[in-house]
T-cell receptor, first 114, second 109 residues
Framework: NAGVTQTPKFQVLKTGQSMTLQCAQDMNHNSMYWYRQDPGMGLRLIYYSASEGTTDKGEVPNGYNVSRLNKREFSLRLESAAPSQTSVYFC?????????????FGAGTRLSVL | GQSLEQPSEVTAVEGAIVQINCTYQTSGFYGLSWYQQHDGGAPTFLSYNALDGLEETGRFSSFLSRSDSYGYLLLQELQMKDSASYFCATHGSARQLTFGSGTQLTVLP
């Protein structure tokens, strides 16, 4: 029962470098989400995909892009990393509208931008 | 936009009952959820309310009043393992979540 799998678990970048955070779910969920969590704070939504083929901006989309590659996979890309993007990134999935309202989270990617 | 308010910290002793309140302002309301997060871990789902009233799941209960834009999480028979952060979150139309800043619960022996 893998659930939601995120890679990598840890990453250190230099300012200006790019990288892609990977997320895959095996629960046949329609909706997927990317959040970031800064120390002592709640999670903030970056982007979400309500269904395969659609993506929408969340609360803090600037500096990020996403790709819903297929129903299972939803990636988050940082084109030019900045120190302000140092955070823990969580991917989540859910059945989506019409289903239950439970979001299942991956273990997170801890990103430091120097 | 959406905003949620919850206390930053709560402390209680083992075996006690604790209530964590949450007030919210939202432009479109599809429900209120509660998530638990242990240090260094991922959030895990506890409870969801779409309609007014109380939902009970074991030692945890959650209440919602849509007219007051208010909800709470009630934890009974506290155990040491309940020490964690608890987040309320409102749902958008695509069930995306807007989280509060979290309440750090410390359970003392």
């Amino acid at each position: 029962n893998a659930g939601v799998t995120q890679t990598p678990k840890f990453q250190v970048l230099k300012t200006g470098q790019s990288m892609t955070l990977q997320c895959a779910q095996d629960m046949n969920h329609n909706s997927m989400y990317w959040y970031r969590q800064d120390p002592g704070m709640g999670l903030r939504l970056i982007y979400y995909s309500a269904s395969e083929g659609t993506t929408d901006k969340g609360e803090v989309p600037n500096g990020y892009n996403v790709s819903r590659l297929n129903k299972r996979e939803f990636s988050l890309r940082l084109e030019s990393a900045a120190p302000s993007q140092t955070s823990v990134y969580f991917c989540a999935s859910s059945e989506g509208p019409g289903g239950n309202n439970i979001q299942y989270f991956g273990a997170g990617t801890r990103l430091s931008v120097l | 936009g959406q905003s949620l308010e919850q206390p930053s910290e709560v402390t209680a002793v083992e075996g006690a009952i604790v209530q964590i309140n949450c007030t919210y302002q939202t432009s479109g309301f599809y429900g209120l959820s509660w998530y638990q997060q242990h240090d260094g871990g991922a959030p895990t789902f506890l409870s969801y309310n779409a309609l007014d009233g109380l939902e009970e799941t074991g030692r945890f209960s959650s209440f919602l009043s849509r007219s007051d834009s208010y909800g709470y999480l009630l934890l009974q028979e506290l155990q040491m393992k309940d020490s964690a952060s608890y987040f309320c979150a409102t749902h958008g139309s695509a069930r995306q979540l807007t989280f509060g800043s979290g309440t750090q619960l410390t359970v003392l022996p």
